[in-house]
């Protein structure tokens, strides 16, 4: 339903009209300008009703524009819901269920590639590492910048550092690609928000205007950026020929039903979102009551700019609406979280909103009449199950028709991804579990406050308070004695404090009873060989990529450990197979190119360790492979330059000044060449290579 808070004479046959773009009646293409607002709620924006809020720029967006009351996520998680934003289909389509471990597959279109064939300059510019471009969201922007850590934004959280880009910076960097990027053609340009998702740091004057309030003061800093940019959009005149689309991937918990962020329930605190929609040039506001769904956005846009819809997008085109033409039929919308599954092992959820009703699907099945109960307190089931089995039929037949992922959207999980998540606030997930819908396992309403204190532990140990992280852990598990994730963060924190032999018991008991656990597979493995156990490590190397194939890291330790056992053809399989989930994991090419050497492939393994020096060229042993394999190659001088580079990093390196010294010797400096030496074994009594060419050069 559309609600006009104008007279509207226009007839429906000028819709047509209408439909060709409001800014085409300039004579060119209108600019679209997408803003993702990560993790803010509809009802802390002044224009959904928040009295308190400071949103001045997104209340004159509604005022001017078309406000949908009831638009719906489809996961409340970033990377698949802006899959989602992005290709107009459906999470069971995409392939994209969680985050981190998946990526967009390949041949599926994506808003962007369809605006770049028509024509358009496409940009985007990232606020988290959540969206980096390796998770396939970059597929049709000519100018993705994820480059995060150029500019990040460090933020101390009781001691963790989490790594983002602030609003302001996002802002910058999109309008010089505006200003002069696009090469004077029409532009779709995606700008995400990240300011409103842990952990906070809004300015001093906002935390004042919002004391104790941080969501609230971060939601009114992305609403100041907004505004400063579209005033500059105004000032340079491209501001009234651009369809402006602003709206927020997932909402926030806040507390609401015992969940303090989002990820892990499906109920309208993380699933419903703000949508507002102003065409290029209209100043008619409209307000949309029909339920809508994100998957129904990429649609509605190429309708607006009278683009054809690519025939995979399954999401509803909504331009009539957006018009003040027509709100359109309520269709069902589809709500689902795999987060419980993946990373705790307890059943997934997944839901259907059709007009004011709403059904969750999980092992004890939940309905809600939102028209009585928006805040989703009072669970109806019990007298709704006709209703209810219309719903489950309409839910099965939906996921049915349009489940059609052609190939894997899973993918390897690095180390520093991990960490990266974990800084965000994300639980780690097991590994090992397929996301496949089930009512046999745990009902996350039971586990809710579980969750939550996992949470707490998990945010301790990023703060590196490991007291604290291992206290909690123990509390959860004087509860649950066989809670996975307590049980692998307690063996981490034992680990990291080197009480190898009580991590290794904590993890023999994680393996014993979560079998299915990839990760805590692949950690008692490292500590057995740590432990100097090689043959368990082995065993267990083995059982983490049996349980979860994409895990490269397992991979690459199993391919060093045969390396270090003499093992290199099986070795180099191994690593090879590693690298094709990583190919720029600087340990597994570091390794490949010993191999590489020591069967007499000098250049081969030259040309790796150049890659990996260039990839992370503050890692001191490939500098050393390096330079070691140019003496070989009689490179001396190449050799002799790569060192002092190094030891310009770090004037101590003694293997650097072994190198560096015998390179030197090579080319017949024989004074520079002793003096680098001796100084060597100074910092390193005992450095083979440097007391071999002082050796050499006394003969």
């Known amino acids: 339903?559309?609600?006009?808070?104008?007279?509207?004479?226009?007839?429906?046959?000028?819709?047509?009209?209408?439909?060709?773009?409001?800014?085409?009646?300039?004579?060119?293409?209108?600019?679209?300008?997408?803003?993702?607002?990560?993790?803010?709620?509809?009802?802390?924006?002044?224009?959904?009703?928040?009295?308190?809020?400071?949103?001045?720029?997104?209340?004159?967006?509604?005022?001017?524009?078309?406000?949908?009351?009831?638009?719906?996520?489809?996961?409340?998680?970033?990377?698949?819901?802006?899959?989602?934003?992005?290709?107009?289909?459906?999470?069971?389509?995409?392939?994209?269920?969680?985050?981190?471990?998946?990526?967009?597959?390949?041949?599926?279109?994506?808003?962007?590639?369809?605006?770049?064939?028509?024509?358009?300059?496409?940009?985007?510019?990232?606020?988290?590492?959540?969206?980096?471009?390796?998770?396939?969201?970059?597929?049709?922007?000519?100018?993705?910048?994820?480059?995060?850590?150029?500019?990040?934004?460090?933020?101390?959280?009781?001691?963790?550092?989490?790594?983002?880009?602030?609003?302001?910076?996002?802002?910058?960097?999109?309008?010089?690609?505006?200003?002069?990027?696009?090469?004077?053609?029409?532009?779709?340009?995606?700008?995400?928000?990240?300011?409103?998702?842990?952990?906070?740091?809004?300015?001093?004057?906002?935390?004042?205007?919002?004391?104790?309030?941080?969501?609230?003061?971060?939601i009114a800093l992305i609403d100041q950026t907004l505004g400063r940019l579209l005033a500059v959009g105004k000032a340079q005149g491209w501001l009234a020929h651009t369809t402006v689309v602003v709206l927020s991937d997932h909402g926030e918990g806040l507390g609401e039903h015992g969940e303090s962020t989002h990820g892990f329930f499906i109920y309208n605190a993380t699933m419903r979102i703000p949508l507002l929609i102003r065409p290029a040039g209209a100043t008619s506001p409209h307000i949309v009551t029909t339920p809508v769904s994100i998957v129904d956005v990429a649609p509605t846009l190429l309708r607006l700019c009278n683009l054809s819809v690519p025939a995979g997008m399954q999401g509803r085109k909504r331009e009539a609406a957006v018009l003040g033409q027509d709100g359109g039929s309520a269709t069902p919308i589809y709500l689902e979280s795999y987060y419980p599954l993946l990373h705790l092992g307890w059943n997934p959820l997944r839901g259907l909103v059709m007009g004011e009703q709403k059904y969750i699907e999980a092992p004890r099945r939940e309905f809600y009449d939102l028209a009585t109960d928006p805040a989703e307190r009072h669970n109806v089931e019990a007298t709704h199950q006709a209703p209810m089995a219309a719903f489950q039929e309409v839910l099965d037949t939906l996921v049915r028709r349009h489940s059609a992922v052609s190939q894997s959207a899973r993918t390897a999980v690095d180390p520093a991804t991990a960490e990266t998540f974990a800084s965000l606030g994300y639980l780690g997930a097991p590994g090992g579990l397929a996301p496949v819908f089930t009512l046999d396992r745990?009902?996350?309403?039971?586990?809710?406050?579980?969750?939550?204190?996992?949470?707490?532990?998990?945010?301790?140990?990023?703060?590196?308070?490991?007291?604290?992280?291992?206290?909690?852990?123990?509390?959860?598990?004087?509860?649950?004695?066989?809670?996975?994730?307590?049980?692998?963060?307690?063996?981490?924190?034992?680990?990291?404090?080197?009480?190898?032999?009580a991590a290794q018991a904590t993890l023999t008991q994680l393996v014993r009873v979560a079998p299915f656990f990839a990760t805590g597979a692949a950690q008692l493995a490292h500590t057995d060989e740590q432990l100097g156990d090689r043959t368990a490590a082995e065993r267990w190397y083995r059982q983490a990529v049996a349980l979860d194939p994409g895990d490269a890291r397992s991979l690459r330790q199993l391919g060093l450990l045969l390396l270090d056992s003499g093992r290199a053809a099986e070795a180099e399989t191994t690593l090879r197979r590693a690298l094709e989930l990583q190919p720029d994991d600087v340990y597994g090419l570091n390794a490949l190119s010993q191999i590489l050497a020591e069967r007499g492939d000098t250049a081969g393994a030259i040309g790796l360790l150049q890659h990996v020096v260039a990839t992370a060229p503050r890692l001191l042993p490939p500098r050393l492979n390096l330079g070691y394999l140019y003496l070989r190659a009689g490179q001396a001088a190449v050799a002799e330059q790569l060192m002092r580079d190094t030891l310009r990093q770090d004037p101590r390196a003694a293997g650097a000044l072994a190198i560096l010294g015998t390179a030197q010797l090579q080319q017949g400096h024989r004074t520079e060449a002793e003096t680098t030496l001796r100084h060597a074994l100074q910092v390193e009594p005992g450095n083979a290579v440097a007391a071999e060419a002082l050796r050499r050069l006394k003969k």
């Not at 039971?446 to 140990?461: K, R, T, V």
């Not at 034992?494 to 032999?501: A, P, S, V």
């Open 1 to 218: 339903m559309v609600l006009r808070r104008t007279l509207c004479v226009f007839a429906v046959a000028l819709g047509a009209a209408m439909l060709c773009g409001l800014a085409a009646a300039a004579g060119a293409p209108p600019n679209v300008l997408l803003v993702t607002l990560d993790t803010v709620r509809p009802d802390h924006l002044g224009c959904y009703g928040d009295r308190h809020a400071l949103t001045p720029t997104l209340d004159e967006l509604a005022r001017t524009g078309t406000r949908f009351t009831q638009a719906y996520t489809t996961v409340p998680l970033t990377l698949p819901a802006h899959a989602t934003l992005l290709t107009g289909t459906y999470p069971f389509f995409h392939g994209v269920r969680d985050q981190p471990g998946y990526r967009l597959p390949d041949g599926i279109p994506t808003l962007a590639e369809r605006f770049a064939a028509a024509g358009y300059a496409t940009g985007a510019v990232l606020a988290s590492p959540v969206l980096d471009a390796r998770y396939g969201l970059n597929r049709g922007f000519s100018y993705y910048d994820d480059r995060i850590a150029s500019v990040m934004q460090e933020e101390a959280v009781q001691g963790a550092t989490v790594v983002k880009r602030p609003a302001s910076e996002v802002a910058r960097r999109g309008l010089d690609w505006v200003e002069h990027g696009r090469g004077g053609k029409p532009f779709f340009l995606w700008l995400h928000f990240y300011d409103a998702h842990l952990p906070y740091a809004p300015p001093a004057a906002l935390r004042a205007r919002f004391p104790g309030d941080p969501y609230d003061a971060s």
């Open 442 to 501: 745990r009902d996350p309403k039971d586990g809710i406050g579980e969750e939550e204190q996992l949470l707490s532990m998990a945010h301790a140990y990023q703060a590196h308070n490991f007291v604290q992280a291992e206290a909690r852990a123990q509390a959860i598990l004087a509860h649950d004695s066989r809670q996975p994730l307590a049980l692998d963060y307690l063996g981490t924190v034992r680990f990291e404090r080197h009480d190898l032999k």
